[in-house]
């Protein structure tokens, strides 16, 4: 099975402060991509990358950046938390670029910016 | 512009009820894939199933369906005789053949089964 092991489920930080979201997959993925997910919005892409050292800018890139120095992780970066960037997180990782492939999806890090 | 339409924020039902839950989906693409995500209290969204869009055939697993209407732009999803383990929200998604992968969602619709 495939297995996406997101490092936190629970974060609580203060506004200003560096975060680090952690994402590892287990299964030579070359694909992966981070979500935010709010109520009434659905999931919305952050930055995804389709190799090591790779990144695009998905839907909602602001004050968010990633690293991906090694193919099975993917990190999310705040550089400066702020109240806004509450929110639930979920990483996905797949095979590699096309439309028609499947999503597996961590359990998700839900962050509280104070 | 590709967007997913969930129109249904929340629903209620009680056990043994069917319960259909809408997606409406708008593309300029002829290739395009659609799907439906399952997400449980725990977090994880569990994929469901995937459709091409060349492929109107509905389907059929045990008490799940999925009618694929193109002629609508919709990909609907049926459970039959609901049970309390179906409480989730549950996300309708499209992607499309050339933008690499990426998942555009519906806003989702919290199912609550209730005893």
């Known amino acids: 099975d495939v297995k996406v092991t997101q490092s936190s489920r629970y974060l609580v930080k203060r506004t200003g402060e560096k975060v680090f979201l952690e994402c590892v997959q287990d299964?030579?993925?070359?694909?992966m991509f981070w979500y935010r997910q709010d109520p009434g919005l659905g999931l919305r892409l952050i930055y995804f990358?389709?190799?090591?050292?790779?990144?695009e800018k998905g839907d909602i890139p602001e004050g968010y950046s990633v690293s991906r120095e090694k193919k099975e992780r993917f990190s999310l970066i705040l550089e400066s938390a702020s109240t806004n960037q509450t929110s639930m997180y979920l990483c996905?990782?797949?095979?590699?670029?096309?439309?028609?492939?499947?999503?597996?999806f961590g359990a998700g890090t839900r962050l509280s910016v104070l | 512009a590709q967007k997913v339409t969930q129109a249904q924020t929340e629903i209620s039902v009680v056990e043994k009820e069917d319960v259909t839950l809408d997606c409406v989906y708008e593309?300029?693409?002829?290739?395009?894939?659609l799907f439906w995500y399952k997400q449980p209290p725990s977090g994880e969204l569990v994929f469901l199933i995937r459709?091409?869009?060349?492929?109107?055939q509905n389907e059929i697993s045990g008490r799940y369906s999925w009618n694929f209407q193109k002629s609508t732009s919709s990909f609907n999803f049926t459970i039959t005789a609901s049970q309390v383990v179906d409480s989730a929200v549950y996300f309708c998604?499209?992607?499309?053949?050339?933008?690499?992968?990426?998942?555009?969602f519906g806003q989702g619709t919290e199912l609550s089964v209730k005893p």
């Open positions: 996905a990782s797949t095979i590699f670029a096309g439309g028609h492939n499947i999503q597996y």
């Open positions: 299964m030579d993925h070359e694909n």
């Open positions: 990358s389709y190799d090591v050292k790779m990144k």
């Open positions: 593309t300029r693409d002829t290739t395009y894939y």
């Open positions: 459709r091409n869009s060349f492929d109107e």
């Open positions: 998604a499209l992607s499309e053949s050339n933008q690499g992968g990426k998942l555009i």
